[in-house]
């Protein structure tokens, strides 16, 4: 529920999209988002019972292209666009582990 | 007293991720490294606004990898969906600039399927008279892999992070907990690699990370009092070969129910863990776990459509599905009579295989027997052509196959019919074989250089007899030897005689001739 929104929850949301957020922006950010929370919460008054949830809002299928590689960027493009290089590498603060993703 | 462990059940399911060899990325239209052997000229030579996240840049599905994706699940026995959607599974790190993976969560492409791993024996080799064991596939799934890191970038004071691979289609094939041994997940692994690469999935090359195993390894305890408990699931992350797979469920089996005794811990929410593989000392280790790495925050990508899969474009897909390779092999040992190992080695490349079933079908078409085509053109194949692709592709560095000489099914099949006929001696078979593929006579009617190099059996009674008679004269203490009663030194005077004929004479009747005139026969 909106209004039970915590600080603990402000805080959980700004860790995971790695945000810092002070004391006081937490609070406000508290309530901003409980607002915004409750505004949405409005379309759990429509009876969807039998709606099949959407994959996309658009109605477009199969947008594909062939299998066609074209020219890559160049490395020292690359490296311009980087905040920080090295022999080709993109340099970035020393983080652990092997990646999370894939 | 404590209790004490008296059985271990294994109950070991498995992820396996593989690179498609598709030609651009799964996303981007940047090229893909998984297409070829070739190691890409740096770091960050693959990429593009997608691949390096800039503004405003769009994701654009590559068919190929959908059709690829298809392919393995078809062969997999999956069902293929109707409906795929892509979903973006949020985590921040740098081999992703994006800062999301995209994925698929609740509707992959390919649906529930069963592989059936072949029967193994004690020594965990394939024994093809033992019942095979399906393996329930959950699902596979397209992705795009990331990029790499390196960690000692700067001295160490940095990661330096490569995007050629960043975006590379990844289909990750997910299994029900249906293993019981690590010979079991190997055999698994091994014929997962044959299938991909026989339909043209994947390069498959395991140094190159074209297929990487996670297997989910947990074991059900029978304690002294009775009790039976589940240990804690461990995950082992990012295994990229045979041993490596087999070194870590074997481990993790010994060290689980120890781990028990030791801590009490149960299989529950919570309990599960990462680990990674140290392959020097064979053995699992804790890895840190991420914060938050399991709050992914999937949702659907609103930059993909999804795609809908008709029946039409099914059957177009499954048109290029080709026999498979436990079936060829079953086939090669069981008609053909060869040897398991020949039959591992010819299965190992589909180029291979089908250049030996299109020569055996040629073969038959003259009136051969099959069988009988099948297992001369396969030892053909495995010597002189294992050998002849072997010195080739130390010459050019490239790897050569047997099917890669120029040599084709209907030379072979002409091969094996002279052969049949005793037209040929076996070292003539090779001889043509060596000549059809060299230069020379590439392409050649097999006949005609038969012909040409002189390797049709002499079939005249009176020129083997001249040569028989020059060889006794030639040799007269060996001679005496064989009159004597000695009859395994005969070979150094057949072995002059085919020298006189060029080869051209068989051994058999040269042996036979001589054996008569030196009153041996």
């Given at each position: 529920?909106?209004?039970?929104?915590?600080?603990?929850?402000?805080?959980?949301?700004?860790?995971?999209?790695?945000?810092?957020?002070?004391?006081?922006?937490?609070?406000?950010?508290?309530?901003?988002?409980?607002?915004?929370?409750?505004?949405?919460?409005?379309?759990?008054?429509?009876?969807?019972?039998?709606?099949?949830?959407?994959?996309?809002?658009?109605?477009?299928?199969?947008?594909?292209?062939?299998?066609?590689?074209?020219?890559?960027?160049?490395?020292?493009?690359?490296?311009?666009?980087?905040?920080?290089?090295?022999?080709?590498?993109?340099?970035?603060?020393?983080?652990?582990?092997?990646?999370?993703?894939? | 007293?404590?209790?004490?462990?008296?059985?271990?059940?294994?109950?070991?399911?498995?992820?396996?991720?593989?690179?498609?060899?598709?030609?651009?990325?799964?996303?981007?239209?940047?090229?893909?490294?998984?297409?070829?052997?070739?190691?890409?000229?740096?770091?960050?030579?693959?990429?593009?606004?997608?691949?390096?996240?800039?503004?405003?840049?769009?994701?654009?599905?590559?068919?190929?990898?959908?059709?690829?994706?298809?392919?393995?699940?078809?062969?997999?026995?999956?069902?293929?969906?109707?409906?795929?959607?892509?979903?973006?599974?949020?985590?921040?790190?740098?081999?992703?600039?994006?800062?999301?993976?995209?994925?698929?969560?609740?509707?992959?492409?390919?649906?529930?399927?069963?592989?059936?791993?072949?029967?193994?024996?004690?020594?965990?080799?394939?024994?093809?008279?033992?019942?095979?064991?399906?393996?329930?596939?959950?699902?596979?799934?397209?992705?795009?892999?990331?990029?790499?890191?390196?960690?000692?970038?700067?001295?160490?004071?940095?990661?330096?992070?490569?995007?050629?691979?960043?975006?590379?289609?990844?289909?990750?094939?997910?299994?029900?907990?249906?293993?019981?041994?690590?010979?079991?997940?190997?055999?698994?692994?091994?014929?997962?690699?044959?299938?991909?690469?026989?339909?043209?999935?994947?390069?498959?090359?395991?140094?190159?990370?074209?297929?990487?195993?996670?297997?989910?390894?947990?074991?059900?305890?029978?304690?002294?009092?009775?009790?039976?408990?589940?240990?804690?699931?461990?995950?082992?992350?990012?295994?990229?070969?045979?041993?490596?797979?087999?070194?870590?469920?074997?481990?993790?089996?010994?060290?689980?129910?120890?781990?028990?005794?030791?801590?009490?811990?149960?299989?529950?929410?919570?309990?599960?863990?990462?680990?990674?593989?140290?392959?020097?000392?064979?053995?699992?280790?804790?890895?840190?776990?991420?914060?938050?790495?399991?709050?992914?925050?999937?949702?659907?990508?609103?930059?993909?459509?999804?795609?809908?899969?008709?029946?039409?474009?099914?059957?177009?897909?499954?048109?290029?599905?080709?026999?498979?390779?436990?079936?060829?092999?079953?086939?090669?040992?069981?008609?053909?009579?060869?040897?398991?190992?020949?039959?591992?080695?010819?299965?190992?490349?589909?180029?291979?295989?089908?250049?030996?079933?299109?020569?055996?079908?040629?073969?038959?078409?003259?009136?051969?027997?099959?069988?009988?085509?099948?297992?001369?053109?396969?030892?053909?194949?495995?010597?002189?052509?294992a050998r002849i692709a072997n010195e080739r592709a130390q010459e050019t560095?490239?790897?050569v196959?047997?099917?890669?000489l120029?040599?084709?099914?209907?030379?072979?099949?002409?091969?094996?019919?002279?052969?049949?006929?005793?037209?040929?001696?076996?070292?003539?078979?090779?001889?043509?074989?060596e000549?059809?593929a060299?230069?020379?006579?590439?392409?050649?009617?097999?006949?005609?250089?038969?012909?040409?190099?002189?390797?049709?059996?002499?079939?005249?009674?009176?020129?083997?007899?001249?040569?028989?008679?020059?060889?006794?004269?030639?040799?007269?203490?060996?001679?005496?030897?064989?009159?004597?009663?000695?009859?395994?030194?005969?070979?150094?005077?057949?072995?002059?005689?085919?020298?006189?004929?060029?080869?051209?004479?068989?051994?058999?009747?040269?042996?036979?001739?001589?054996?008569?005139?030196?009153?041996?026969?």
């Open positions: 529920m909106p209004d039970e929104l915590s600080i603990e929850d402000v805080r959980k949301v700004a860790k995971l999209a790695r945000l810092a957020v002070s004391d006081a922006d937490a609070e406000r950010y508290r309530a901003e988002l409980a607002a915004v929370l409750g505004y949405v919460e409005r379309l759990g008054e429509v009876d969807v019972a039998g709606v099949e949830p959407m994959a996309h809002v658009a109605d477009s299928i199969n947008v594909l292209r062939d299998d066609e590689p074209r020219i890559a960027y160049d490395p020292a493009v690359v490296e311009k666009l980087a905040p920080d290089a090295e022999g080709g590498f993109i340099r970035v603060p020393r983080v652990l582990g092997e990646g999370g993703g894939a | 007293m404590p209790p004490t462990v008296q059985h271990v059940r294994p109950i070991i399911g498995m992820e396996i991720h593989v690179e498609l060899s598709t030609r651009a990325k799964v996303f981007a239209h940047a090229p893909s490294p998984a297409c070829t052997l070739l190691e890409p000229a740096g770091a960050n030579v693959m990429t593009d606004e997608l691949v390096l996240a800039l503004p405003g840049s769009l994701p654009v599905l590559n068919r190929r990898a959908v059709e690829l994706s298809m392919l393995v699940g078809m062969a997999l026995g999956c069902a293929i969906a109707d409906l795929a959607v892509w979903d973006r599974k949020s985590y921040f790190y740098p081999d992703l600039p994006k800062a999301y993976q995209i994925s698929q969560y609740a509707d992959p492409i390919c649906g529930p399927g069963v592989v059936e791993v072949p029967g193994l024996d004690e020594q965990g080799e394939i024994d093809l008279d033992a019942d095979p064991t399906p393996i329930r596939i959950t699902r596979a799934h397209l992705e795009e892999d990331a990029g790499k890191l390196v960690h000692d970038c700067a001295g160490g004071t940095g990661t330096g992070v490569d995007l050629n691979r960043a975006g590379t289609p990844l289909l990750e094939i997910v299994t029900e907990p249906d293993f019981v041994s690590a010979a079991q997940c190997v055999a698994f692994a091994r014929e997962l690699r044959r299938v991909c690469r026989f339909v043209g999935a994947t390069l498959g090359v395991m140094q190159r990370g074209h297929m990487r195993f996670e297997p989910n390894i947990n074991c059900e305890l029978t304690l002294s009092d009775g009790r039976k408990v589940r240990t804690p699931i461990v995950e082992v992350k990012n295994l990229n070969s045979f041993r490596a797979l087999a070194g870590a469920v074997d481990y993790e089996l010994r060290a689980q129910p120890e781990r028990y005794l030791e801590d009490g811990r149960e299989m529950g929410v919570g309990a599960k863990s990462t680990r990674g593989w140290d392959d020097e000392r064979m053995t699992t280790v804790a890895q840190r776990d991420k914060e938050d790495a399991h709050d992914y925050r999937y949702f659907p990508d609103p930059d993909l459509p999804p795609v809908v899969v008709d029946a039409a474009w099914r059957e177009r897909v499954r048109a290029a599905l080709c026999e498979l390779p436990m079936s060829r092999l079953r086939r090669y040992v069981k008609d053909y009579g060869l040897a398991l190992k020949q039959g591992e080695q010819l299965v190992e490349e589909r180029p291979v295989c089908d250049l030996l079933d299109a020569s055996v079908e040629a073969a038959a078409a003259t009136g051969m027997d099959p069988n009988d085509a099948g297992r001369q053109a396969a030892n053909l194949l495995l010597q002189a052509g560095g490239d790897p196959l047997p099917s890669d120029g040599v084709n099914a209907p030379q072979i099949a002409a091969l094996l019919a002279m052969r049949a006929e005793g037209a040929i001696s076996a070292d003539g078979v090779d001889t043509v074989f000549a059809l060299s230069g020379e006579h590439a392409g050649g009617d097999a006949r005609l250089v038969a012909e040409t190099l002189g390797v049709i059996i002499v079939r005249d009674e009176g020129q083997l007899e001249t040569w028989c008679d020059e060889a006794i004269a030639a040799m007269p203490e060996i001679a005496d030897d064989v009159r004597a009663g000695k009859v395994q030194a005969v070979g150094r005077l057949i072995g002059d005689v085919r020298k006189r004929s060029g080869g051209s004479a068989d051994a058999k009747s040269v042996r036979e001739m001589l054996l008569n005139k030196l009153g041996q026969g």
